[in-house]
């Protein structure tokens, strides 16, 4: 089992910037995918930006410049810049880690942390 701890998440002005952080424990062997999701009210959850055990990084397009997420795999933390922060990204910000649980079936299994406020007011 992984559990993931989410910190960082707040209310800002618009334009402001904002650094969530997560740290995973547990049974940390084998992460391989992290990532940051995001939750707006009456919206499905979205990926925001997702970086590999290697350091490959991939970010939803809308949020491309503004959105940095960077990974300490000594520490077991994945954390998230956010800069430039508008209305529209305010939401419940969620860690996820995928951990490897069968190479040759090609299976993972999937967490989730509990997730964090953020609010951009304009």
């Known amino acids: 089992q992984v559990q993931l701890v989410e910190s960082g998440g707040g209310l800002v002005q618009a334009g402001g910037s904002l650094r969530l952080s997560c740290k995973a424990s547990?049974?940390?062997?084998?992460?391989?995918?992290m990532a940051w999701y995001r939750q707006a009210p009456g919206n499905q959850r979205v990926m925001v930006a997702t970086v590999t055990s290697g350091g490959s990084t991939n970010y939803a397009d809308s949020l491309k410049g503004r959105f940095t997420i960077s990974r300490d795999n000594a520490k077991n933390t994945v954390d998230l810049q956010m800069n430039s922060l508008k209305p529209e990204d305010t939401g419940v910000y969620y860690c996820?880690?995928?951990?490897?649980?069968?190479?040759?079936?090609?299976?993972?299994?999937?967490?989730w942390g509990q997730g964090t406020q953020v609010t951009v007011s304009s």
């Open positions: 547990g049974t940390i062997s084998s992460i391989d995918v």
């Open positions: 996820y880690a995928e951990q490897i649980a069968s190479v040759t079936f090609r299976t993972s299994y999937k967490y």
